[in-house]
């Protein structure tokens, strides 16, 4: 495994070095330290295009638009349409504007490239959303495959708006927050992270995430290890004191522990839930 990561790392730093260095990251269950590591040996030697800085993980402190910043963003910045980098990799760049539902307008770029030998595509899509009135987007997503099947993508969207039924009021205010990341293999390896936030006027707070995970396919897992795994947690504050939080984690294998090939499959897992305030605690 680590041997191939190496190999992904050092065509896709070949290509397009930045990409290695902002999507090799992967959860820990996944083996995806090795991957990271050789990434980010592959991009500090790769000249083609000036890496950006380690980013810290996205959190609902950080400003969303410097999360949203890349350096492929200034491909095509000067009003060129497509070029070649030093590395021989090609890319084009398109931008329009869009006429939305509801008087909204939407403002887009959408940059795409491909490695000297075609071995390595990725894309970089980003927009801002406005209307007239209160409502306000910002977004990002970025994907690429490569040529041993694996695909990977990473998005983020914030978005400023104000509860229909409730008008313009400050309380009827909200704040969307959302961020989702995956990749996977052709041989069934995977993984995957999201987490949504929302943030309204009247204090209450909605948040909430998942994780996921798994091995190739007909992998044997070691004793204790599953096949596949899930991770969810999330809290809910009523903006007056109250709160309800809860986790669910979930694991499955193909085969029980033991080493026999036909040992029936086995599962487990556990949640937990806890309340605070009048408002989840009646009845």
């Given at each position: 495994a680590a041997a191939a990561a190496a190999a992904f790392a050092a065509e896709a730093a070949t290509s397009v070095p930045e990409l290695a260095q902002q999507l090799a990251p992967a959860p820990a269950k996944v083996a995806a330290p090795a991957m990271a590591a050789a990434a980010a040996a592959a991009v500090a030697a790769a000249p083609a295009l000036a890496p950006a800085p380690a980013a810290a993980p996205l959190s609902s402190e950080q400003d969303i638009s410097a999360a949203l910043n890349s350096p492929v963003r200034d491909l095509?910045?000067?009003?060129?349409?497509?070029?070649?980098?030093?590395?021989?990799?090609?890319?084009?760049?398109?931008?329009?504007?869009?006429?939305?539902?509801?008087?909204?307008?939407?403002?887009?770029?959408?940059?795409?490239?491909?490695?000297?030998?075609?071995?390595?595509?990725?894309?970089?899509?980003?927009?801002?959303?406005?209307?007239?009135?209160?409502?306000?987007e910002l977004g990002a997503?970025?994907?690429?495959?490569?040529?041993?099947?694996?695909?990977?993508?990473?998005?983020?969207?914030?978005?400023?708006?104000?509860?229909?039924?409730?008008?313009?009021?400050?309380?009827?205010?909200?704040?969307?927050?959302?961020?989702?990341?995956?990749?996977?293999?052709?041989?069934?390896?995977?993984?995957?992270?999201?987490?949504?936030?929302?943030?309204?006027?009247?204090?209450?707070?909605?948040?909430?995430?998942?994780?996921?995970?798994?091995l190739a396919s007909g992998a044997a897992p070691d004793d204790g290890h599953a096949n596949r795994w899930t991770e969810k947690w999330g809290e809910k504050w009523d903006g007056a004191g109250g709160c309800v939080k809860w986790t669910d984690t979930w694991a499955d294998r193909d085969h029980a522990e033991g080493g026999a090939e036909d040992a029936p499959g086995r599962s487990w897992g556990e949640k937990w839930e806890e309340r605070w305030g009048e408002s989840f605690n009646q009845g």
């Open positions: 095509g910045a000067d009003g060129t349409t497509e070029g070649v980098l030093a590395n021989g990799a090609r890319w084009w760049r398109e931008d329009g504007v869009e006429q939305l539902e509801g008087a909204r307008t939407m403002k887009w770029t959408c940059i795409r490239g491909v490695s000297a030998d075609g071995g390595v595509e990725w894309e970089e899509r980003f927009w801002e959303t406005s209307d007239p009135y209160a409502f306000r997503v970025k994907s690429g495959r490569d040529a041993t099947g694996q695909a990977w993508q990473e998005s983020w969207k914030e978005t400023y708006n104000h509860e229909s039924a409730a008008g313009f009021k400050a309380s009827a205010r909200v704040i969307h927050r959302e961020c989702s990341k995956w990749s996977s293999h052709a041989d069934g390896r995977s993984w995957s992270e999201g987490w949504v936030e929302d943030y309204r006027g009247d204090g209450s707070v909605d948040r909430k995430c998942e994780k996921a995970g798994s």
